[in-house]
């Protein structure tokens, strides 16, 4: 049996009261709470690779209590949370468009999203930890990384226009209709899935370096070592590939699993080494809960704003602080606290609701 990393569910609590809060903000938000519009990286960038990267280790942790063998039952799982995030995917899709009156909106409802690519990563690198030595896997990350890299090159995949490969894969295999359209390109698109893939299979190497340590100290250590060799990587891949979050480039995979794994070792040097007092209480909460709160923001949002509270809690807040990125803020850290209240009472009640 593996024995939970507290610092593992600190480090995902952070990262889903990240998404929450960078994806709530009221009007205009601040800059590094903004996605990068094209190059480049904020810290709004960071969350959803972070969640990858932390599903790669929490796949390997928990893939080893059945020894990697494909059983009947763990392939069943496998299958069902498969099915079941990329359904409640296209269900919050759809939530959306029912809300505003559209509810037979399925010849324009948007396929991808951030649960289905959850999904889908989660699907392969289950397989891949089922039927290949894991041996394999560093090359295989090296070989996906290099071949989108290839992709990219000759696909014209840096244009910010409809001209880029994986805007021309995604039209030409589900229609315009079905995808993003506030940029050229879909962030959740079917090729950008590759590198992807490769980040968190990066995860789910770090995760057998943190098992297979004897103590605490070597698995800060092994992580440690492994942020240090990804954040040089992704710096010099850089200089030809530019971190690129809307088409997932090959340095912005290194780069972000290079800061997660940095951040994980830290706290677990802080956490579970040094056991440092109980600041993480706030991040615990969504970290047991992680999925299921995740959700719950999207379709809370989308209810609030519908009914208008939304608009009248912003409105107070706006009458009190005049700036409007502050008011902005201000609303998302509210929307944090009313996710963190639904969370404190599952966390009180030791229910895990795992999605």
Same mark, same amino acid.
């Given at each position: ?40 990286? +904020? ?13 790669? &280790? ?71 930890? =089922? ?11 090296? #070989? ?40 050229? #390109?879909?962030?959740?698109? $079917?090729?950008? +899935? *590759? ?27 092994? #992580? ?28 912005? #995979? *290194? ?37 299921? $709160? ?22 107070? &807040? ?26 404190? =009472?599952?966390?009180?009640? @030791?229910?895990?609701? @795992?999605?």
């Amino acid at each position: 049996m593996t024995k939970r990393i507290l610092s593992l569910d600190i480090l995902r609590g952070i990262t889903v009261a990240g998404m929450i809060l960078v994806n709530n903000g009221y009007g205009e938000s601040f800059s590094t709470l903004c996605h990068s519009k094209w190059n480049g990286l +904020t810290p709004c960038d960071l969350v959803f690779p972070f969640f990858l990267f932390i599903m790669g &280790v929490s796949t390997y942790l928990s893939l080893s209590k059945s020894m990697f063998k494909p059983s009947g039952a763990v392939v069943m799982k496998i299958i069902r949370r498969t099915l079941a995030l990329f359904l409640i995917g296209l269900f919050i899709n759809w939530f959306e468009l029912a809300t505003k009156g559209d509810i037979m909106c399925f010849d324009h409802l948007r396929i991808w999203a951030v649960l289905q690519r959850i999904a889908i990563c989660y699907c392969i690198v289950s397989v891949i930890a =089922l039927t290949v030595n894991h041996k394999w896997i560093i090359p295989m990350v090296l #070989v996906l990384l290099a071949a989108y890299a290839v992709i990219l090159l000759t696909g014209n995949g840096y244009a910010e226009d409809a001209s880029n490969i994986i805007a021309r894969v995604d039209n030409c295999l589900f229609g315009a209709d079905h995808l993003y359209h506030k940029s050229p #390109v879909d962030p959740e698109g $079917l090729l950008s +899935t *590759l590198p992807a893939v490769a980040h968190v299979l990066i995860g789910f190497y770090v995760g057998k370096k943190i098992h297979k340590a004897d103590t605490v100290g070597y698995k800060a250590f092994n #992580v440690l070592l492994i942020a240090a060799v990804l954040i040089v990587a992704g710096y010099l891949l850089s200089f030809g590939f530019p971190p690129n979050k809307r088409i997932w480039s090959p340095s912005y #995979v *290194l780069l972000t699993c290079g800061m997660a794994a940095a951040l994980l070792g830290i706290l677990m040097y802080c956490i579970d080494m040094r056991k440092s007092k109980r600041w993480y209480t706030f991040f615990q909460v969504f970290g047991v809960n992680p999925l299921f $709160l995740y959700v719950t923001s999207e379709i809370l949002s989308v209810a609030l704003k519908r009914i208008g509270v939304s608009e009248a809690v912003f409105g107070a &807040v706006n009458s009190c602080v005049s700036h409007p990125q502050t008011a902005s803020l201000i609303y998302a850290i509210y929307f944090v606290l009313l996710n963190y209240l639904i969370g404190y =009472l599952l966390f009180k009640r @030791k229910m895990y609701i @795992k999605l």
